[in-house]
């Protein structure tokens, strides 16, 4: 079993995930682009019995595109988001790659939202529910 140390960018706020995740994926929605600034997120989901979090974190809740709701965890020194919940996974705890700062991480097997997709981006193979 593996084990995974993900930080914000001062390092006040840890999160330590056990295992492997049960979920890689990117996401293309609007949300998902606004949170991190860039052309999509990149994610990683695990059980939340197998995750665990050190240090204080502020949380922001909002709907999404689909009227679900997400809690976003970050830092409330720096910024930077560090995990994540929604609603459609109910159990489970999100993870932005880019916090575990791991360039081998696993690449991505699912991907979201492709409507969205930046039309540069390439493809990935659509989710499978």
Request: charged content about 20%.
């Amino acid at each position: 079993m593996s084990a995974r140390e993900a930080s914000c960018g001062c390092g006040a706020l840890t999160l330590h995930v056990e295992g492997d995740p049960v979920r890689i994926s990117v996401c293309h929605c609007l949300d998902c682009k606004r949170r991190t600034g860039s052309a999509f997120s990149w994610n990683a989901t695990w059980p939340a019995a197998q995750v665990r979090s050190e240090g204080e974190y502020a949380t922001f809740e909002r709907g999404s595109e689909d009227g679900f709701w997400a809690r976003t965890h970050f830092c409330p020194s720096c910024g930077v988001t560090v995990f994540y919940e929604i609603e459609r996974r109910p159990g489970m705890v999100s993870v932005p790659v880019g916090a575990f700062s791991d360039p081998e991480f696993p690449a991505p097997a699912v991907e979201v939202y492709g409507e969205r997709r930046c039309p540069w981006l390439g493809q990935l193979a659509p989710e499978q529910e």
